[in-house]
């Protein structure tokens, strides 16, 4: 270690963050993250020539596992410009998917988030960041991060009754989704995937509004559209939004709901064969143009969307016809 990183600096740089309990302790200084189990909170990475001071591990909820622990990600703090960073190590992950009978592997890459992050170098409906290799060469991702909260949240906190969300707020958040969608496109332009598509891993911003992706690093292999996977997902969080939540077939049985008798197996989504897809079989007010969308996402869908531009072209035409 340089003079210019001895303990002595390193504790002046931390200071402000440390409690006085630590002010003493000597730091433990990674330049090695390969065992990210080994990265404490109150430890330093250093990365080239910045050290981060590590904090807590991030959280997420996934498939129903609510801050779930993501023990490769760390909240961390530029100790050089005391700016907040989300730095992501390392972790290898692969499982297959099935939608509609398609396969799809999927696997988690850091190479595929580095290249992405320096795709979508300052575009607003993306996160922020750069890849740096750490002595071992380990690829790690240090993200800029976001003050916001995940669209998902965003959506279940609006305290109102569906008809009053679909009329008066709906508009603006499909217009704000609408740019999301389009941002999927840009990758895709550029021959690169989201690879995991989730209503979660879209922040709102509270500084700007916008509506931004995070979590680069799935990709997956498929042999005939490679977006495909991108394209259901924007499907799912499509029909999230417009539901202002899922629409859950056990939650329309327990209010023994009288659409229940009008629903098929080809009104279900077609990932998640618990969710309603048809939703103007629960919300009749719901254009018959904006549920078209709905089908191709579900599980009597016979054609799909292949790329953005579709999905959009769709969308518009329903815009016109409602908010003309």
Not at 15 to 41: C, G, M, N
Not at 241 to 259: E, F, S
Request: charged share 30%; glycine share 6%.
């Amino acid at each position: 270690m340089t003079e210019t990183l001895s303990q002595e600096k390193l504790r002046q740089m931390a200071s402000r963050w440390l409690p006085s309990s630590q002010s003493a302790r000597p730091f433990k200084i990674h330049t090695d993250t390969t065992d990210f189990f080994r990265v404490e909170y109150g430890d330093v990475v250093l990365l080239g020539e910045t050290p981060y001071l590590v904090r807590h591990h991030a959280k997420e909820g996934r498939f129903g596992l609510d801050d779930e622990v993501k023990f490769w990600v760390r909240r961390a703090i530029d100790l050089k410009d005391g700016s907040l960073k989300i730095i992501k190590l390392v972790f290898y992950e692969k499982f297959m998917a099935h939608i509609g009978g398609i396969e799809f592997e999927c696997f988690r890459s850091p190479k595929k988030e580095a290249r992405v992050l320096k795709l979508v170098a300052g575009h607003e409906n993306f996160m922020q960041g750069y890849s740096i290799e750490d002595k071992e060469k380990n690829l790690v991702r240090v993200v800029d991060f976001i003050n916001g909260r995940p669209l998902s949240k965003f959506i279940m906190d609006m305290d109102m009754d569906h008809q009053t969300y679909f009329h008066d707020h709906f508009p603006k958040i499909l217009d704000l989704f609408m740019e999301c969608i389009r941002a999927i496109g840009f990758l895709h332009e550029h021959g690169e995937k989201h690879g995991d598509i989730r209503r979660d891993h879209i922040l709102v911003d509270r500084e700007s509004g916008r509506y931004r992706w995070i979590d680069y690093d799935y990709n997956y292999r498929h042999r005939e559209n490679i977006y495909g996977y991108d394209l259901f997902g924007l499907g799912n969080v499509l029909i999230f939004l417009a539901g202002k939540g899922d629409v859950l077939l056990i939650d329309l049985k327990n209010q023994d709901h009288p659409a229940l008798s009008t629903l098929w197996q080809e009104d279900v989504n077609i990932v998640f064969h618990n969710r309603v897809a048809n939703l103007k079989k629960i919300y009749p007010y719901i254009p018959e143009s904006l549920n078209r969308i709905f089908m191709h996402f579900s599980k009597g869908a016979n054609l799909f969307y292949e790329n953005t531009e579709q999905l959009l072209d769709d969308l518009e035409e329903f815009k016109k016809e409602a908010y003309a």
